[in-house]
């Protein structure tokens, strides 16, 4: 156990970009045509919808105007109330949301419905029409009608995205202090309440390019308060991601209540005892750096009503030192002594009960179908020494510790497999062990390019978040005075975020379905307060949903800057710090 902090990851994170070599569809059913269209004349609407067709006039949104939702779809009822939550923020005055028989709106009011939905639109797309007496959002599914409401809001001024997150009971129109901006210094939003939204007469048709759009927080490294998720998960809602990864686990911390495993969780006197662990708080410190139960709930509820699926990952065999510190006899045996360190010992039937125990307390708190493991990283330095780890390999034939390590993630994958869940994993997975099914998260750029080719032979499926685009921990520009810390000396523009191919042609070509999506990861090492987690996402978040949602015909960064220039005033209405583009970020 106390040898557990020498074990800190040696990371890969450590590669500078440079060296590492960067990556190289679904075919939307749409017409391209309308997506190079986008001009002078287009709305700067981010992502970039599949096709926008301008009409005349306006129509003007009111605190009067109300939010109608066809009667009995409880999701519709989720995607209409957030959508007049919002226009209550703008005007700091309530607008209603109410359920309604009609197909049609009445005159004044926004609709939205599934009945007359194109089913090809699928599962998120949707068709916004805004005439000059009304709007009305037909989608075949809740989701899809929920991205029509963000849609709308963009049409409307910046001013449709003011105020902060809506946490609940935080509602209220007062002026919302925004996070401080680059990192230290106060900010206030500028956005007032406004009397009415003039929306222009349009039709905007539109569906993802990929199902998987999704961001990484990093509470063990650095605990956010579940405020502070929540906002994050609304904020990751106006740009249409729908995957928030949190890392609950890691070597530093385990902040997951487990109520079998009390141990796990770092209480009072661990604190006191060891005070290093409180060393990075510089921005707040919790007196409790873990979430209960009830508070997760509340964390998937409120994603769930911005059509935000929470992912936990709880890291196993490796990074597994907060895990050791409070379940040792889940450690390797070395020379008769039950070790900790900083992987769990896969030899022994022990690990496998308490690891599961665990699961299912946590696949009663979490519905996600995907259940992240990590499995990356896992040095295996006891293993080759270890007695239990050496009757396992042998009475299962495994030939080495990377072997082992595949058994390892073959039981989890199956366990999981058996409970109606997916197992997600790094790309780590896909070496050994991971069943069909199963999803691995490509991060080694350069490094598990043959992995990513074998996945769809092994009835495997993939999400692209390579080191080279997509590490938003890594700074942003190269200019040292200016720019907050980040990971490691390596530099991720918004540019190099938008670079990101998440179908390279040796992947689009075999099997473009392998491939669910995009996802950015921001790990909390060396993050110091929370607006210094919304500069490091923003704008690279809004770079990164573009990649996921948009087709990449006609994809130009160029328009994709201008298009931003009018967004970036959202986020200041909606008081989500981001860092400015500067030269750096000009197009070469
Ligand atoms: C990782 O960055 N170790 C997935
Ligand atoms: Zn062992």
Known sequence: MANTEKVMTTSLRHMSVEMIVGLAMVALALTSTAVRAFGADQPALLPRPAKVAMGTGQFTITP?????????????????????????????????????????????????????ADAALGDEGYCLTVTDTGVVIRAPKAAGAFYGGITLLQLAPAEAF?????????LGGKPTKSPPRPCDEPNISPAKPVDSLAVPCATVTDKPRFAWRGLLIDPARHFWTIDELKQYADYMALHKLNSLQ??????????????????LTPDKARVAAQPELLANQTYHKP???????????????YAAKRFVNIVPEFEMPGHSGAFLRGCPECGCTVNGKQVGGGEVCPGNEKTYQVLQAMLDEMLEVFPSQYIHIGADECGKRNWGKCSECQKRMKAEALKSVTELHGYFV?????????????????????????????????WRSGRADKLIKNASTNGQYLVMTPTAHCYFDY??????????????????????????DPLPDYI??????????AQANL?????????????????????????????????????????LRSHLKRLDAAGINYREPTDIDKPK
């Open 475 to 500: 700074v942003q520009s190269p200019e040292k005075k200016s720019e907050p810390q980040g990971f490691g000396g390596s530099v991720i523009t918004l540019k190099r975020t938008y670079e990101l």
């Open 246 to 263: 949190i890392h609950f686990t890691d070597h530093q911390n385990w902040c997951v209540e487990v109520m079998k495993y009390p141990n």
């Open 64 to 116: 009067a105007t109300k939010v109608l939702y066809a009667k009995g779809d409880a999701r519709l009822a989720d995607a209409a109330t957030y959508l007049a939550g919002r226009l209550s923020q703008a005007f700091d005055k309530k607008v209603v949301a109410e359920a309604t028989g009609a197909a049609e709106p009445p005159a004044g009011g926004i609709l939205m419905t599934t009945a007359g």
């Open 162 to 170: 003011r105020g902060l997150a809506m946490v609940e009971g935080k």
């Open 508 to 517: 689009e070509q075999a099997n473009p379905k392998v491939v669910l999506g």
């Open 287 to 301: 007196a409790r750096r873990y979430y209960t139960r009830e508070q997760l709930k509340s964390l998937v509820a």
């Open 410 to 442: 073959g039981r989890m994958s199956e366990y999981l497999q058996k409970k109606g869940r997916t197992l997600v994993g790094w790309d780590e997975i896909l070496e050994s062990g991971a069943k069909k099914g199963a999803i691995g998260m490509y």
């Open 523 to 563: 790990w909390g090492e060396r993050m110091k307060s929370f607006p210094h987690v919304l500069y490091m996402t923003y704008p690279r978040a809004c770079a990164l949903c573009e990649i996921a949602w948009s087709t990449d015909e006609g994809r130009d960064y160029a328009e994709f800057l201008k298009r």
